[in-house]
């Protein structure tokens, strides 16, 4: 069971039959969507010792939502985002209107 707060919560589940029958269930590629698909609720200046599950509690209240930090800097590697003075952007999560 994945968790609804998961990156993968919307993941289609496939299944690999395998030669003996055995049925593999696995998670389909997740494709992340261009920056401009997440409405923008502000931004983050990289300071010494950030780590980015303190910055999604701080600003998203959810330190697990790190991975929404990643999604709206297109980075696959989160240790690329800590770099000092950087400015991250903070969205929602995609398809969620932003305030107009």
Avoid: K
């Avoid at 696995?26 to 200046?45: C, M, Q, S």
């Avoid at 240790?79 to 400015?87: A, K, N, P, T």
């Avoid at 903070?90 to 398809?95: D, E, F, K, V, Y």
């Amino acid at each position: 069971m994945i968790d609804p707060q998961s990156r993968h919560a919307a993941t289609e589940i496939a299944v690999l039959v395998a030669p003996d029958g055995a049925r593999i269930p696995y998670l389909r590629r997740r494709f992340i969507a261009a920056p401009n698909a997440f409405a923008t609720l502000g931004e983050h200046l990289v300071a010494d010792g950030d780590r980015l599950d303190a910055i999604a509690a701080r600003h998203l209240d959810d330190p697990d939502g790190f991975w929404r930090i990643c999604d709206a800097n297109v980075a696959l590697d989160p240790d690329e985002l800590l770099v000092l003075g950087r400015r991250l952007r903070l969205t929602l999560p995609q398809g969620v209107p932003g305030p107009r």
